[in-house]
């Protein structure tokens, strides 16, 4: 007897792709085609809100990350010592997702830009959280 035919959540998808961006030890290239058919099926279905480089501290030890930070003399930095560091004006300029060069030669870089965590909007949250936190029977 053939199998039904069924589909698949957008939830599991994302869930999925957010895990293997953030475990994986594969190569760049790899995580980069994962991340092109979720980004092409979020914005189909019309729930793609966005996503965040992922971080030192989020990928697997030795890995390089999405995002990192670094004074002037490549010293690595927490993100809270890298804003803290900004004057009130580029501050915003970093809440506000703008380009800049940091005054004091502070810098973020992208040694990895596959290692991304991808958020939907409100509609898929609730299916979303399911997957993160199981429901107890």
């Keep these: 007897m053939p199998k039904k035919r ?10 999925k792709i957010n895990q293997r961006n953030a ?6 290239e790899v995580r980069q085609g994962w991340n092109s058919v979720l980004a092409d099926v979020l914005m ?3 729930v793609y809100a966005g996503f ?4 030192p501290e989020e990928v697997p030890t030795g890995q390089r990350p999405g995002i990192a930070f670094q004074d002037k003399n490549g010293t690595s930095l927490k993100p809270t010592d890298f804003y803290e560091r900004l004057d009130a004006e580029h501050a915003q ?15 973020r870089v992208f040694p990895d830009e596959s290692r991304r965590f991808y958020y939907v909007d409100q509609s898929l949250l609730k299916e979303y959280g399911k997957l993160i936190r199981p429901e107890e029977d």
């Design 6 to 15: 069924k589909t698949f959540s957008i939830a599991t998808l994302l869930h």
């Design 93 to 107: 300029k970093l809440l506000e997702g703008e380009s800049f060069n940091s005054p004091n030669g502070d810098e």
């Design 23 to 28: 475990t994986s030890t594969c190569s760049p």
């Design 44 to 46: 189909e279905a019309e």
């Design 52 to 55: 965040n480089y992922l971080g």
